[in-house]
C-alpha cells in the first residue's frame, strides 16, 4: 500500500472560495455580525471535483490512499478575525468529512486549524478535538506564521503553543508544520514562503528543548524539510556549537519530512541524509507545482517516480517510506488500518 501523506483539497468546487470572498467582503462592513452560513456543494459535485484530478492521478501513479486536508494557501489565517476563521475552517473542515466519507480507501483527513495572529489557541483546539473525535481524522496542519509572512507570533517551542501541543498529545495525532499565504511581497508563498517555514521551523526545534516537555508530540516538515536536508551540516554544526545533543538525539523521534520534492537529484539526497525511519512519501498533488518537465515528460510532483526511480534504495526503506511510517506517525491511522 502507497500512502501519499501530503494532499490538499485544491480543487474544490467553486462556492467554497465564493463562501469565503463573501465572507471577507462582509468582514470589513461595520456593525456586520460574523455568522456561519451555508456552503452549497452537492456529492456530485464533490465526485467530479475529485475524479477528474486527485484520483485520477491515485490510479495513473500508483497511489493508494491520500492524507488528505482543505487547501493550505486557502486557509488565510492573516484575513480575519478568530470568530470569522472558525466559521472558514469549520467548513473546510465539513468538506474534507464529507471526502473522506464518500471515498474511504482513498483520503483520510486533516483539519485546518482557525488560528488568528496573536490569538489564543482556544478555538484550535476545539475544532481539532472535534474533527478528531466526531470525523476520524488522524492529524491537523499547524501554522507556525498565521500572520502570513511577517512572523508576529512566538516561535513554535514558545509556551504559547503549548495548549495545543498538549491536546495533540492526548489525542495522538501529529501537525504537519505548513504555512498558508503570503502577504509580505517579499516571499512568493509556493516558492519561498513556504520554504522558508519549513526551514524556520526546524531550526526553531534546534534550539529549545520542545520535545523533553512533549516525548511524543510529532511533526512532518513538508516540502522535503525546505533547505534541512541540503543543508545537514550547517544545522549539524549549529547544533554541536551550541551545545545541543546531536540532531538524531534532538529532534529525530519527532520530527518527519515528506518527500515534496519536484526532481530526483533533490529526492536523492534527501534519502541520503535523512534517515528512512524519518521520510514519509508525499506528492501534493494537486498542488503547487502542476506542469510537466520537459526534461523527464512527466508531472514534476509524480514523487513516486523519482523514489521508484532510486535502485540502491533497500527494498525494508522503501516500505517504511511508502507506508510503514505513516503508522508509526500517525497512530491513529494504524489503529483504523487494524480494524480494517
Ligand atoms: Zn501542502
Redesign the pocket.
Known amino acids: 500500500m502507497i500512502i501519499d501523506c501530503?494532499g490538499?483539497y485544491t480543487t474544490a468546487p467553486k462556492a467554497l472560495e465564493d463562501y469565503r470572498k463573501r465572507q471577507l467582503e462582509e468582514f470589513g462592513t461595520p456593525g456586520h455580525a460574523p455568522a456561519k452560513g451555508e456552503v452549497a456543494i452537492s456529492d456530485d459535485q464533490i465526485r467530479a471535483s475529485l475524479e477528474s484530478a486527485q484520483l485520477r492521478m491515485q490510479r495513473e501513479r500508483g497511489t493508494d490512499l491520500t492524507i488528505f486536508s482543505p487547501r493550505?494557501s486557502a486557509m488565510g489565517h492573516h484575513l480575519a478575525d478568530a470568530t470569522t476563521n472558525r466559521f472558514w475552517s469549520e467548513h473546510c473542515n465539513e468538506l474534507i468529512q464529507r471526502v473522506c466519507g464518500l471515498y474511504p480507501d482513498n483520503f483520510v483527513g486533516v483539519c485546518q486549524l482557525p488560528q488568528t495572529p496573536g490569538v489564543r489557541l482556544a478555538n484550535c483546539i476545539a475544532e481539532l478535538e472535534r474533527c478528531v473525535n466526531e470525523f476520524g481524522f488522524i492529524g491537523c496542519n499547524l501554522n507556525p506564521d498565521p500572520s502570513g509572512g511577517y512572523w508576529t507570533d512566538p516561535p513554535l517551542t514558545d509556551r504559547w503553543w503549548y495548549p495545543l501541543y498538549e491536546k495533540m498529545v492526548e489525542l495522538e495525532v501529529p501537525a504537519m508544520i505548513?504555512v498558508s499565504g503570503s502577504c509580505n511581497p517579499n516571499f512568493h508563498a509556493t516558492g519561498a514562503h513556504y520554504i522558508n517555514a519549513d526551514t524556520t521551523a526546524f531550526m526553531q526545534l534546534l534550539t529549545a528543548d520542545l520535545f523533553s516537555d512533549f516525548p511524543t508530540l510529532k511533526f512532518v516538515i513538508?516540502h522535503g524539510g525546505g533547505a534541512v536536508p541540503y543543508h545537514w551540516g550547517r544545522y549539524r554544526g549549529l547544533a554541536q556549537d551550541m551545545g545541543r545533543p546531536p540532531l538524531g538525539e534532538l529532534l529525530l523521534d519527532n520530527v518527519f519530512f515528506d518527500t515534496c520534492v519536484y526532481h530526483r537529484p533533490g529526492i536523492e539526497l534527501l534519502l541520503k541524509v535523512i534517515p528512512a525511519d524519518n521520510i514519509l512519501f508525499a506528492s501534493?498533488m494537486v498542488?503547487a507545482v502542476r506542469g510537466i518537465d520537459p526534461e523527464s515528460g512527466h508531472p514534476y510532483d509524480d514523487t513516486k517516480r523519482y523514489i521508484d526511480s532510486i535502485d540502491w534504495l533497500a527494498p525494508a526503506e522503501r516500505e517504511k517510506i511508502f507506508r510503514g511510517n505513516v503508522e508509526r506517525v500517525y497512530p491513529r491511522f494504524a489503529r483504523r488500518a487494524r480494524l480494517a
Open positions: 501530503h490538499h493550505a505548513h513538508p501534493e498542488g
